[in-house]
């Protein structure tokens, strides 16, 4: 009749109707879950068995690669969408079966924040990315502009509304990531390692906010996390994983404190080696944003160095300037003899290593042979004596068995100790690390400290990027301390921790003396949005 029609779309709800409602008490219900990646012989997860009620608070323990990140995707659905593989077994968040649900059903449901924060971001801008998810829902504009205002605002990112994803630092990215997935206000809330990139305060008040949020809005939270010890005055579920199966429950015991190694180091005993840096007035900017003012600083061959400061500090702009791979407008900088400058990269990098934030950014090849002897190769100095060490460094890593794997089957803490071996295998004089224990567990990143130790006692000179305090009192010989760009403390490490203490950055010492695990009431988190 020449009419137009209009049809409109029925959603069914795909949950069977009652079978939530008939425990009263299960949010989340997996049986006998078992995945395998494909093209592996070994299974990811190994008959897992779990229960979660509405509005409980667990976090999931482990072993770097034991599968905390595998049973995340599954209960997100995405592992059962994105991965190829063999899975047995059920999975039901509200009574959605994971396995067979559409991914936007339990997106409704089921809000991850993914342990690498650039694997979720789908637009250019935070602001963008924040109401993203909202957008899709369409809510209105004005509910959409007061979700993005309050979640921004509870992990403090609100002046980076207005920047571009590609300009924030890794932490920025994180917070971003978070706020992101809690706009959308789902019933269960999973973070893979939140804080992996986060700065001591932030990382306690981001903790904070979860736990506020879970109490406010009565949902069920999931955190897969190794900073334990901010989570314990929350008194959550702690549940341990190893190689792929829940093999425990219960608050993981503290270890005991190591000695400090750094005594009768180079950098406290005063026998020095050559100057290996040198910078003197280095500043540097993001067309008008300042990130560096006037750094000058010295290191000598030995040296093991750690960089601290909040996230967006200049911390990672300071390293990337000693490699040649940005600009400085103002300042003179010399590396190993070099203005990087005028040196081409491929030149300094056969003398420094660099382990860059995020491991998926320096992965290049198909195999992880192939990626520990590359740049051997490309510097043709692959030989019988260079395979030996390079196999040595896979075994004592943990990932000889995975030789003949692809680099991306690994787990997030793998990928980072791939990084580590590829740099290391050709013996740098200079070794640059960006945060090189994200994703590691206590074992790997004593491990992973002491091998960097080794490489020092060798005569290399370490300067690494961290977040952790107490691994800078066991294995720094010096503390470099940037605040908005300015270095405030540049001392030998228990020096530098008196002034920071003098200076009032508690959050930066290292335990018993943080108070991390004590006050929770310094926070001011802005009431939940309501629909």
């Given at each position: 009749?020449?009419?137009?029609?209009?049809?409109?779309?029925?959603?069914?709800d795909?949950?069977?109707?009652?079978?939530?409602?008939?425990?009263?008490r299960?949010?989340?219900?997996?049986?006998?879950?078992?995945?395998?990646?494909?093209?592996?012989d070994?299974?990811?997860?190994?008959g897992?068995n779990?229960?979660?009620?509405?509005?409980?608070?667990?976090v999931?323990?482990?072993?770097?690669?034991?599968?905390?990140?595998?049973?995340?995707?599954?209960?997100g659905?995405?592992?059962?969408?994105q991965?190829?593989?063999e899975?047995?077994?059920?999975?039901l968040?509200?009574?959605?079966?994971?396995?067979t649900?559409?991914?936007?059903?339990v997106?409704?449901?089921?809000?991850?924040?993914?342990?690498?924060?650039?694997?979720?971001?789908?637009?250019?801008?935070?602001?963008?990315?924040?109401?993203?998810?909202?957008?899709?829902?369409?809510?209105?504009?004005?509910?959409?502009?007061?979700?993005?205002?309050?979640?921004?605002?509870?992990?403090?990112?609100?002046?980076?509304?207005d920047?571009?994803?590609?300009?924030l630092?890794?932490?920025?990215k994180?917070?971003?990531a978070?706020?992101?997935?809690?706009?959308?206000?789902?019933?269960?809330?999973i973070?893979?390692?939140?804080?992996s990139?986060?700065d001591?305060?932030?990382?306690a008040?981001?903790?904070?906010?979860?736990?506020?949020?879970?109490?406010?809005?009565?949902?069920?939270?999931?955190?897969?996390?190794?900073?334990?010890?901010?989570?314990?005055?929350?008194?959550?579920?702690?549940l341990?994983?190893?190689?792929?199966?829940?093999?425990g429950?219960?608050?993981?015991?503290?270890?005991?404190?190591?000695p400090d190694?750094?005594?009768?180091?180079?950098?406290?005993?005063?026998?020095?080696g050559?100057?290996?840096?040198?910078?003197?007035?280095?500043?540097?900017?993001?067309?008008?944003?300042?990130?560096?003012h006037d750094?000058?600083?010295?290191?000598?061959?030995?040296?093991?160095?750690?960089?601290?400061?909040d996230?967006?500090?200049?911390?990672?702009?300071?390293?990337r300037?000693?490699?040649?791979?940005?600009?400085?407008p103002a300042g003179q900088?010399?590396?190993?003899?070099r203005?990087?400058?005028?040196?081409?990269?491929?030149?300094?990098?056969?003398?420094?290593g660099f382990?860059?934030?995020?491991p998926?950014?320096?992965l290049?090849?198909d195999?992880?042979?192939?990626?520990?002897?590359?740049?051997?190769?490309?510097?043709d100095?692959?030989d019988?004596?260079?395979e030996?060490?390079?196999?040595?460094?896979?075994d004592?890593?943990?990932?000889?068995?995975?030789?003949d794997?692809?680099?991306y089957?690994?787990?997030?803490?793998?990928?980072?100790?791939?990084?580590l071996?590829?740099?290391?295998?050709?013996?740098?004089?200079?070794?640059?690390?960006?945060?090189?224990?994200?994703?590691?567990?206590?074992?790997n990143?004593a491990?992973i400290?002491n091998?960097l130790?080794?490489?020092?006692h060798?005569?290399?000179?370490?300067?690494?990027?961290?977040?952790?305090p107490?691994?800078?009192?066991?294995?720094?010989?010096?503390?470099?301390?940037?605040?908005?760009?300015?270095?405030?403390?540049?001392a030998?490490?228990?020096?530098?921790?008196?002034?920071?203490?003098e200076?009032?950055?508690?959050d930066?010492?290292?335990?018993?003396?943080?108070?991390?695990?004590?006050?929770?009431r310094?926070?001011?988190?802005?009431?939940?949005?309501?629909?």
């Open positions: 009749d020449g009419k137009e029609t209009k049809i409109r779309e029925i959603r069914v795909p949950r069977p109707k009652g079978l939530v409602a008939a425990g009263g299960v949010m989340i219900k997996v049986r006998d879950l078992s995945f395998r990646f494909q093209g592996s070994r299974y990811a997860l190994r897992v779990l229960d979660i009620a509405p509005g409980e608070f667990v999931i323990t482990g072993p770097s690669g034991c599968g905390k990140s595998t049973l995340a995707l599954a209960l659905g995405y592992l059962f969408r991965h190829a593989g899975a047995t077994g059920t999975v968040v509200d009574g959605l079966d994971t396995r649900a559409e991914i936007y059903d997106a409704e449901v089921v809000g991850l924040v993914q342990q690498n924060p650039e694997a979720q971001f789908c637009t250019l801008t935070v602001a963008d990315e924040v109401a993203f998810g909202l957008e899709n829902r369409c809510l209105p504009g004005e509910e959409i502009v007061r979700r993005m205002n309050w979640a921004l605002s509870i992990v403090g990112a609100q002046y980076l509304r920047r571009s994803l590609a300009t630092s890794g932490g920025e994180q917070k971003v978070i706020a992101a997935m809690m706009a959308a206000k789902p019933q269960v809330l973070f893979d390692e939140p804080t990139n986060l001591p305060p932030a990382t008040e981001v903790f904070k906010v979860i736990e506020h949020i879970r109490r406010k809005a009565d949902i069920t939270v999931i955190v897969i996390e190794h900073k334990t010890g901010y989570l314990r005055p929350f008194n959550p579920r702690f341990l994983m190893e190689e792929g199966r829940i093999v429950e219960g608050a993981p015991s503290v270890p005991p404190s190591p190694t750094h005594q009768g180091a180079p950098g406290d005993s005063g026998e020095l050559e100057t290996v840096v040198s910078v003197r007035g280095l500043t540097f900017a993001y067309g008008d944003a300042p990130v560096l750094v000058t600083l010295d290191l000598k061959a030995g040296q093991f160095v750690a960089v601290m400061g996230n967006g500090s200049g911390k990672t702009t300071l390293l300037c000693l490699l040649g791979l940005l600009h400085p900088v010399t590396v190993l003899g203005d990087p400058n005028h040196t081409p990269v491929s030149e300094l990098a056969r003398q420094a382990v860059f934030q995020n998926d950014h320096q290049f090849a195999s992880v042979w192939a990626e520990a002897t590359f740049a051997l190769r490309n510097f100095l692959l019988t004596a260079s030996v060490r390079a196999t040595a460094l896979l004592q890593c943990g990932l000889l068995p995975y030789r794997v692809h680099p089957r690994l787990s997030y803490g793998e990928k980072r100790r791939l990084n071996v590829s740099i290391l295998s050709h013996n740098p004089r200079l070794v640059l690390l960006d945060e090189v224990l994200i994703g590691q567990d206590p074992g990143a491990f400290m091998l130790k080794a490489q020092t060798q005569g290399s000179t370490v300067l690494s990027v961290t977040h952790d107490e691994t800078t009192r066991r294995y720094a010989d010096r503390v470099i301390f940037l605040n908005s760009g300015h270095v405030i403390v540049d030998p490490t228990r020096s530098a921790f008196a002034q920071l203490t200076m009032g950055y508690d930066y010492l290292p335990e018993p003396t943080s108070p991390r695990s004590g006050d929770l310094r926070t001011v988190i802005p009431d939940l949005p309501t629909c």
